[in-house]
């Protein structure tokens, strides 16, 4: 859980902010995330931001905490749970730690393309995704672009599956991710993102995986010099709000946060879009070699992954119903 003194800063912060905007503001919104503002996502979440005050001609306010100043995402969503705090960012893949069925986003290459990502993720199966949470006192609202993962290294370049042998790759503790690089051959290494860079100079970890701007924000770059596009994993971000907080808003109130929530989803996607281009400029101008391998090799290794989870209770129709949008 938090340490005492980020939630006495909260507690503060809360207390300091409702006094100053009391007169202007009837309801403030307290968001928290783990990701820097720099980053495509954070710049969606400030159009929600925008988006609440306009249309809620200044009834609503939405206050970001960004960079994990009130702690790891799974802390965050319990923070939601007991209602300590109104919002979150967080990954798919945290969220199917509490609600399982999140887990299908994970899988390998289940999405043919970034298309395909979406017409599922803006259609019944995604709302359906969203609405699993609520059970969990986790009310899901959107889907953001998080782009694609894929292998960065510091030694050799991953080309292969065959390439991933003997290297300890850092991945989210999160057991879809572990099971996909130890069937790919390499040796999965859980490990809290804000050390990876410290573990990757140390030679802690062989490589990493993540997307583009994750890799370029961290840092990670200047000591991994080979980035290979196996683009095994497609796993968005979700905007959640907490259920017990949801349900203390009147309809108008919960109208103008799912607007707004949906007209910030277009602008992230666009923010994604150019943020990417920007970032493999960079990854060139920084001397890392981008392989581009065939990701063909890559699915029908990790396909085992999905033969497992169609065996699972639930998962073989809800992985049809991608499979067939």
Request: some cysteine; proline content about 5%.
């Amino acid at each position: 859980m938090l340490q005492l003194n980020n939630l006495i800063y909260l507690l503060i912060l809360v207390m300091c902010t409702v006094s100053a905007c009391e007169s202007t503001v009837q309801q403030t919104v307290y968001l928290a995330h783990t990701l820097p503002v720099s980053h495509p996502v954070h710049q969606g979440i400030e159009v929600f931001a925008e988006e609440v005050k306009r249309l809620s001609s200044d009834e609503m306010a939405i206050k970001i905490f960004p960079d994990a100043q009130l702690g790891t995402e799974r802390e965050v969503l319990e923070l939601l749970q007991i209602g300590s705090i109104s919002m979150t960012k967080v990954s798919a893949a945290t969220m199917s730690n509490f609600a399982p069925e999140y887990k299908v986003l994970g899988i390998p290459y289940l999405f043919r393309d970034k298309d395909h990502l979406f017409n599922v993720l803006e259609g019944p199966i995604g709302q359906d995704l969203l609405d699993k949470g609520q059970d969990y006192l986790l009310k899901g609202m959107a889907f953001y672009d998080a782009g694609s993962r894929s292998f960065y290294t510091k030694e050799k370049p991953i080309s292969t599956p065959a390439d991933l042998k003997g290297l300890k790759i850092r991945v989210m503790n999160d057991q879809m991710s572990v099971d996909m690089v130890n069937t790919l051959g390499g040796s999965a290494t859980p490990m809290s993102y804000g050390e990876l860079y410290t573990a990757l100079q140390q030679g802690v970890v062989d490589g990493a995986e993540n997307n583009p701007p994750s890799f370029v924000t961290s840092r990670h770059y200047e000591v991994c010099k080979y980035y290979s596009l196996d683009e095994h994993s497609s796993l968005p971000d979700v905007l959640v709000i907490s259920a017990k907080y949801w349900n203390t808003l009147n309809a108008q109130q919960q109208a103008w946060l799912s607007e707004a929530a949906a007209n910030s989803v277009v602008a992230q996607k666009q923010y994604w879009k150019e943020n990417v281009a920007e970032c493999m400029q960079i990854l060139k101008d920084a001397n890392v070699e981008i392989i581009k391998p065939d990701k063909t090799t890559f699915a029908i290794k990790v396909n085992p992954i999905l033969e497992e989870y169609v065996k699972q209770p639930g998962m073989k129709s809800l992985i049809e119903k991608i499979q067939n949008q």
